[in-house]
């Protein structure tokens, strides 16, 4: 076959490299962004969050006790949402990942940058959302900003771990239905199951130490580890529980937010390889 | 240009693909042809390293494509089901690609072509069918690729646009494309192919031109060649519960009595 010298790729896609596919997700991680930013979705959970803030700080005047609300709302509602949105997304857009798998990019490009474009758009409504109402209510000349920004952080972090678990749930499952379905479970697992568990296990084994017990559990929990870190943050002991005692008692407050935020770091990087590796032997 | 040896593809216990030979070395149109699960889909899928082999060897232009991706430059590919994200616009979405895969020359003749100049800012979800599968046919043809693969091209066109993709087709092959088509529209394969691959139950059962398959089966339509291709394959087609035989109409592709058998 006669080969013409015609096709003009940009001259990037030649070198294999790990720059290169950096890049290349970057992309797709734009355009999910773009397409997400537009979802009517999107800016009705940025409005509840925008509404409940103002109203909880037009209710009480304490921000510490706004802060801590709207902690027992986002320890529930972003996984939430982050594992319906991960989903959601990639089963909508499978057709559209098929046109996107014959270019000549590479597989991991492709799903690691949507699913960074799931979780980037999801945390973009959650900091404006919380954001706008607290900096006009002017948290940051206030005492309360580090425990702001403490949730602040929390509440990203949930939507990239939860959306890295729900996509690599999506991606091993071509049932929607089954896929959906075990999604719900692992968020009802962490969210409420696994509480009871741990309770009932404490309690039962009451008789033996369980320091070290429990401050495994919570961290295999990201989001106990969250309420653990927002709590040493806050420094509040009464709300604390028994791990969060625990946690300060046996490594102190500031090793034990440092090690908080290292594990919800693994937590959302754990998922996020194994959508890589998942990506390249699956068919599609 | 392409060449596959000894193919096998199995999903589960399902054994679609099994040893496919094939290789095209000169330009032209190849008709994919084969009943409904014969394996057309996952042949194409595996030349685009969508689908993984389980066994046997796949190479385009003497490159082993196993677990690599940039020989995908040499490919343009129309999938079936034109998707795409809802929320962004015409002009967002070959603006990506662009970005993907570098500039495009023909890009503003074929959107003239196929008329999208009106919806370059219409969101994609707000698009018909058959326009969506328009953006699909710019999308697939504004890179210069010396292989194409195209899956059920026509798929809700209208017969102005249908026209147009034809000629557009018979130009990719007089500039020397090899381009590879699946289709259940028989006129469309008489009209353009110059080879015929048919494929049954993951074989390889018929390769050749479109006046051998006529030849062979001494018919004088790619229709009725198919259709006597498959009788003598299977005896005679049996597709009523109680065994009854029943005639099957010309017009009515044979390929959809298969799935029933």
Redesign the interface.
Known sequence: ????P?????FI??H?SFIVDLI?ML??LK??F???I??RWTYIYCAFYLLFTLSLLWLSNDLSKVVISLMNVVLLLCPLIATMFGVMYYY??R??T??????????TSIFLGQYLGVAGSLSASWLIGTGVPFILYGVFGSAQAGNFLMLALIGVALSFIFSALAFLIALKNENRIKGFGLAIVVWLFFAVVYDGFLLLALSYFSDYPLEKFSLAASMLNPIDLSRILILLKLDISALMGFTGAVFRKFIGTGMGMAVSVLVLAVWAILPAWGIGRVAM?K?? | MISIHQLHKSFGKNHILKGIDLAFEKPGIIAVLGPNGSGKTTLIKSILGMVLPSAGELKIGNQNIKNQWQYRQKIAYLPQIARFPDNLTVRELLNMIKDLRGKSEDEAGLIDLFELGPHLKSRLGNLSGGTRQKVNLVLTFMYDCPIIILDEPTAGLDPISLVKLKELIEYQRSIGKTILITTHVMSLVEELADEVVYLLEGHIHFRGSLTTLKETYHETSVERAIASLLERQKGKLEFSSNGHQAYIPAFVHPSSFIVHR
């Open positions: 076959m006669a080969t013409k015609t096709f003009q790729p940009s896609l030649h294999s290349v992309k797709i355009y999910s773009y397409d997400l537009r979802s909508n857009s057709e559209f098929e046109l996107l798998l014959a270019q000549p990019i590479k597989r032997k068919d599609f």
